[in-house]
């Protein structure tokens, strides 16, 4: 049995809280604004709570010897706001039916409105069709979360921002950019080149690098045939600079080692890389360790794992200040657009 219930106030490691990260007001005591969480970041909501003044909101979970999902509410939320807080991570199909059964749950214990918090959306990257007889999974999860019963959702970096036109519920993106900007500023790398590794991530790319006022550049991956390693040239000047590589989510690794290596070969002086999610799957761990990346920084949408938590070269920082900002808003119905910078 796994209790998801009240928030703890104990220390986490790894995670840095940005540099003059300014709380929002103590909330008052509101038996109507409620947040509950499944189990896949349980850390990241007790910070949330904490921001908040408020504590985590109690539900019960089980699950029976074959792995099927029992869960129920503990405490009553009629007429409540309700954000649950549930990024789609690894195990990936168990967090999205915790997250689907517990929306189902509040929305038959007659809460007023269900918020889901998503700060890591699976399925993501299977935004369209890019061969015959596949599905569109990331308009399927939208479509479930839906009909589950959310009346609104609050994502953090979606991998494509359009994922947004599949819901037909409003959806508010949120961007992890003010963080990540606000830690690479206080580094002061000298000669900072920010590097998009592809072709799709040049928007993002060139956003970070007006943030932090340094130059673009862009590595152009072409594969010579199927499961033949990949050829990079790099689009740009970095020869003698730090080259920054910003992606939104780190998976296995394989690219991002390449993509450094390129940038090294080109001349960089030294290479760090910067992602939202650190999903960090397979090999990734040992692949970032035995690389000539100096520093890794990513965001505690993803909670690490051991392996992660103990690799020196992954700077973990909290996006929690963040995320508790756009639900007080969302909440007391103010606009959060000021956060997506």
């Not at 050829?231 to 390449?258: E, F, N, W, Y």
């Not at 690490?304 to 808003?329: D, H, M, P, Y």
């Amino acid at each position: 049995m796994a209790t998801v219930g009240t928030a703890t106030t104990e220390k986490k490691d790894q995670v840095t809280q940005p540099k003059g990260e300014r709380k929002p007001q103590r909330a008052r005591h509101d038996d109507k604004f409620k947040i509950f969480c499944g189990t896949a970041n349980e850390p990241l909501t007790d910070e949330i709570c904490a921001f908040l003044g408020m504590p985590r909101s109690h539900a019960e979970l089980k699950r029976f010897s074959d792995g099927e999902v029992y869960l129920q509410i503990m405490e009553n939320v009629r007429g409540a706001d309700v954000f649950v807080v549930q990024p789609t991570c690894f195990p990936v199909d168990q967090h999205l039916m915790e997250l689907l059964l517990m929306i189902d749950a509040l929305k038959r214990a007659s809460a007023r409105r269900i918020t889901c918090v998503i700060p890591y959306y699976g399925y993501a990257r299977q935004d369209r069709k890019d061969k015959p007889r596949v599905p569109v999974s990331s308009k399927l999860v939208a479509d479930l979360l839906t009909t589950a019963g959310a009346d609104r959702a609050l994502i953090v970096d979606l991998h494509a921002p359009q994922i947004q036109g599949f819901f037909n519920i409003p959806v508010d993106h949120l961007f992890a950019s003010p963080v990540l900007v606000g830690y690479v500023k206080d580094q002061n790398l000298p000669d900072l080149t920010v590097v998009s590794p592809d072709a799709g991530g040049v928007e993002r790319a060139r956003f970070f690098a007006k943030k932090v006022e340094a130059p673009l550049a862009i590595v152009d991956k072409r594969r010579t045939d199927v499961n033949v390693a990949e050829v990079m040239h790099v689009i740009g000047d970095v020869k003698g600079r730090s080259a920054l590589i910003l992606d939104d989510i780190i998976d296995t690794a394989g690219t991002l080692v390449k993509t450094a290596e390129a940038l090294l070969d080109a001349g960089a002086a030294r290479v760090y890389a910067c992602a939202t999610h650190p999903v960090l799957s397979g090999p990734a761990i040992e692949r970032i360790s035995k690389s000539r990346i100096e520093q890794v920084i990513v965001t505690n949408s993803i909670p690490l794992t051991e392996a992660g938590k103990n690799e020196k070269k992954i700077k973990v920082l909290s996006i929690a200040g963040l995320v508790a900002r756009a639900i007080q808003s969302i909440h007391e119905e103010t606009s959060i657009s000021t956060l997506f910078a």
